[in-house]
């Protein structure tokens, strides 16, 4: 069976796994993810139905899948990442998930973790297996959802620093901060995991998170603009360590910032420090 009809036949089981556990009626997709299925991770769905009841209130739940090529991608990545690390002479930093329920089980994990420090969150409802080779998490649909782009204003970028600095501060890593992972509904979400090592240098840790949320920031907002937010949360100190890790956030195929971008954020960041010093 090719790639896409596994999936095909994952969504038919996902659609019955919502009519027949969650009670949703006439389940059928909304709306999905597009995304190239050869560099897919997970897979996301909006899906509608009708709630049990007389009076047919419509109901829709945002659904991820997850699958073996998911996982197997995820090993590729990971290690893709470790060798830059070992080359950088640097400490190893990302683990690996083995099943698709391992991978299920972390995202829920640190959205309860968000949660429970009051940030905002879509609720998980349950992780269900669709066969052998597969589960899908089912969440909260949100309202509203807009993608972050070239419009982004100061306030948003302000948001984004803020939810990761609330993050930081409680000792919660994300490790897979990206645009597609930022969620914005009159609020900012952070959605999805990565998975640090067990002995990873936490500071490391939430440096890498910082790396990644500038290089996802810069190609929608000016440089100076995303370093003056971050600044705003984070100290030079904690900035100028960041920049360590912006060549291997660079090197992720989710982010288009060149070498002149990660020049130019050295340079502001390094010129702030020493103008302080």
Not at 51 to 72: L, P
Request: proline share 2%; glycine share 2%.
């Amino acid at each position: 069976m090719n790639n896409k009809n596994k999936i095909k036949e994952f969504e038919k089981k996902m659609l019955r796994i919502l009519e027949n556990d969650y009670y949703l009626h006439d389940a059928h997709i909304l709306s999905f993810e597009k995304k190239d299925t050869r560099a897919m991770i997970t897979r996301a769905y909006i899906i509608e139905g009708f709630e049990c009841g007389k009076t047919k209130k419509t109901r829709k739940y945002f659904v991820k899948m997850i699958t073996e090529d998911s996982i197997y991608l995820w090993k590729l990545m990971q290690f893709a990442k470790n060798v830059y690390l070992i080359f950088s002479s640097k400490e190893l930093m990302f683990e690996i998930f083995s099943t698709p329920l391992d991978m299920a089980v972390h995202e829920y994990r640190r959205l309860n973790m968000s949660a429970s420090i009051n940030l905002p969150t879509p609720k998980v409802y349950g992780i269900n297996k669709i066969d052998k080779n597969g589960v899908m998490i089912v969440m909260e649909a949100l309202e509203n959802v807009k993608n972050l782009d070239k419009g982004i204003s100061d306030e948003i970028l302000n948001e984004v620093f803020s939810y990761l600095k609330r993050m930081h501060d409680a000792d919660i890593l994300h490790g897979d901060i990206k645009l597609s992972n930022i969620l914005y509904s009159n609020r900012i979400y952070f959605i999805d995991s990565g998975l640090f090592t067990n002995y990873i240098n936490i500071f490391d840790a939430k440096m890498y998170d910082l790396a990644c949320t500038i290089c996802a920031l810069v190609p929608i907002a000016t440089v100076d603009r995303v370093i003056k937010s971050a600044l705003r949360f984070y100290t030079c100190e904690e900035l100028s360590s960041s920049c360590e890790y912006l060549p291997l956030a660079q090197r992720r195929p989710t982010f288009e910032v060149s070498n002149e971008q990660i020049s130019e954020i050295r340079e502001i960041v390094e010129g702030v420090r020493n103008h302080k010093k």
